[in-house]
Every structure is written in C-alpha cells, then in structure tokens.
T-cell receptor, first 114, second 115 residues
Framework: NAGVMQNPRHLVRRRGQEARLRCSPM?????VYWYRQLPEEGLKFMVY????????ESGMPKERFSAEFPKEGPSILRIQQVVRGDSAAYFCASSRRGVNYGYTFGSGTRLTVV | AQKVTQAQTEISVVEKEDVTLDCVYETRDTTYYLFWYKQPPSGELVFLIRRNSFDEQNEISGRYSWNFQKSTSSFNFTITASQVVDSAVYFC????????????FGTGTRLKVLA
C-alpha cells in the first residue's frame, strides 16, 4: 500500500515561470492537505481539499497560488509567475476524513526559484 | 490563539547522552491533539507520536519517551542514549478539535548527535 506520493522531489523554476506540484494520496483517501515549509521554519497550513472541492484555503496566498483535487488523478498545487520567496518545501498529506490520528506526509517537493 | 513554541533552536550532544526537546503550546480548546515529527537530513517528515488532551499518561517507545503536562502546557520529548541516526530536526505540532486538519507546527529543534 503505497504512501502519499509527491512529485517531483525537486523542482527548479526561473522567476516568472509556473510551478506544478503533484500529490497522489494514499489509496482510499479522498482528503488532501498542503503545507509549506519555508527555510528554517516549521510547516504552515495552506489548503484542504476533498475530491472536486476546496474546503479551506485560508492559508493560501491570495495571488498566484491555486490548488485542485479532481475526481480522477492527483491533487495539483499550482504557483504562477514564481518569485524567489516561493522557494520552499511543499508537503502534502492525505486522509479518509479527520486527521486527529496524525498525518502521513509525502516526501515533499523542494521548489527552488532562480 | 493557538501557538507552539520550541525554544531550543539547536542542540548538540555526544552519542549516548540523553537529550530532551521542549515543546510548549497554547490553545483555548479543551480537546486538542499534540504530535511530534522527525525530519532527517533527507527531508521527509516522519510521524513519531500523537497524544490527545485527555490522556496525560507518559509514553515510552524504545529509546523515545514523551512527557505530557497539561498544567504547564508542555509536551516534551526525550531521547535516551542518543545515536548519530537521531540527528534531525524535530517538530512539535498542535491540532484543535475545532479544526483538526489544521496543524500548528513549532519552528523545530535541530538535534546534532556527535560520534
């Protein structure tokens, strides 16, 4: 039973390009959560999605960031027109429903903007 | 407001020493959950433990132990007889019953275990 799969592991983008980060949840999981870890900081909640629905995007920057979790396929975190400050590790977790039993995170995608 | 404080930014110990990582939290909820995660140099996040607010029993798992004290809002983590493989950044996190999917992470403690 594969865990949460994120790809790519490392992504380098030039300023102004778009970044697409993918997250495939564990089998049977229909809830996905994205967190961002800026250098030397803890993780911060970005967005919570269920299949075809955004439940809570209170942690998402207002501009350039979007997320989706389609009926088929992985969840996508999309960052348009990336800037140096977007350089971070982006982690995804999944669950069947509430996660008070503890997230299993994917291995993360490390985005570097040059 | 919810908050998790890990005051120790970095700790260095010599192998076989015991080390305690501190975690202090703030919450207004009476029902909440506390977690510890390990982030080794490879970067992934490894779940270590979950504790709910109604269970103040301390827990031991091999060389790891956790001390939960509601009176001081602390959830400290001790590694006994540390090993080089314990070198990592350790994060404490809080989730409240009113928003269980939204974890509040501390800034982490970097542990270096020297051979």
């Amino acid at each position: 039973n594969a865990g949460v799969m994120q790809n790519p592991r490392h992504l380098v983008r030039r300023r102004g390009q778009e970044a697409r980060l993918r997250c495939s949840p564990m089998k049977g999981h229909s809830h996905v959560y994205w967190y961002r870890q800026l250098p030397e900081e803890g993780l911060k909640f970005m967005v919570y999605l269920q299949k075809e629905n955004i439940i809570d995007e209170s942690g998402m920057p207002k501009e350039r960031f979007s997320a989706e979790f389609p009926k088929e396929g992985p969840s996508i975190l999309r960052i348009q027109q990336v800037v140096r400050g977007d350089s971070a590790a982006y982690f995804c977790a999944s669950s069947r429903r509430g996660v008070n039993y503890g997230y299993t995170f994917g291995s993360g995608t490390r985005l570097t903007v040059v | 407001a919810q908050k998790v404080t890990q005051a120790q930014t970095e700790i260095s110990v010599v192998e076989k020493e015991d080390v305690t990582l501190d975690c202090v939290y703030e919450t207004r909820d009476t029902t909440y959950y506390l977690f510890w995660y390990k982030q080794p140099p490879s970067g992934e996040l490894v779940f270590l433990i979950r504790r709910n607010s109604f269970d103040e029993q301390n827990e031991i798992s091999g060389r790891y132990s956790w001390n939960f004290q509601k009176s001081t809002s602390s959830f400290n983590f001790t590694i006994t007889a540390s090993q080089v493989v314990d070198s990592a950044v350790y994060f404490c996190a809080l989730s409240e019953a009113s928003g269980t999917y939204k974890y509040i992470f501390g800034t982490g403690t970097r542990l270096k275990v020297l051979a």
